[in-house]
């Protein structure tokens, strides 16, 4: 099998959390196999598999809201890491399918001219996510994975479920 140059191909950065997220991002293998890609999500037992998997992953801290102090810490050490992952990689294009581990690396890549793309999450049939709230303003493609989502999103594509 012959070996692309990956230096010459679009550079796409895939980013969401773990979880079902990241179940529907990981969807998008083919078009990361495609292009020169990175897989950012957060670490853990249960993400240690896409090494194996995936040419450049890279991890950010897991945290959850349920301790407040703890999570704010974490989040803030993630908007570093997520600064250092788009100022190395440069990604011409950031992919994602949501959460707050997301929106900062989104605003960030946007700063640095990325073009972003969002994904609304499969779980959501009727209401609007915190992250897909956020992203939405600096979006260049937002697609809707329900076509009722569509009424939520009015300027969303609605292109049907990514798995």
């Keep these: 099998m012959k070996k692309v140059d990956k230096s010459k191909k679009k550079k796409i950065l895939f980013i969401s959390s773990m979880g079902g997220h990241l179940n529907e991002l990981v969807q998008l293998k083919p078009l990361m196999d495609k292009y020169d890609s990175m897989l950012i999500t957060e670490k853990?037992?249960?993400?240690e598999y896409l090494k194996k998997e995936f040419d450049n992953v890279k991890y950010l801290r897991y945290g959850t809201k349920s301790n407040k102090l703890k999570y704010i810490y974490i989040f803030g050490m993630n908007i570093i890491d997520s600064f250092i992952n788009v100022w190395s990689f440069r990604p011409d294009v950031i992919i994602t399918t949501g959460t707050h581990t997301a929106v900062p690396t989104c605003y960030i890549g946007k700063i640095f001219g990325a073009k972003v793309v969002f994904i609304e999450t499969f779980a959501n049939i009727k209401s609007k996510t915190v992250s897909g709230k956020l992203v939405y303003p600096i979006a260049d493609k937002?697609?809707?994975?329900w076509e009722s989502m569509k009424e939520k999103y009015k300027k969303s594509d609605y292109w049907g479920w990514i798995f």
């Design 44 to 47: 853990n037992e249960t993400t």
């Design 142 to 145: 937002f697609i809707v994975q």
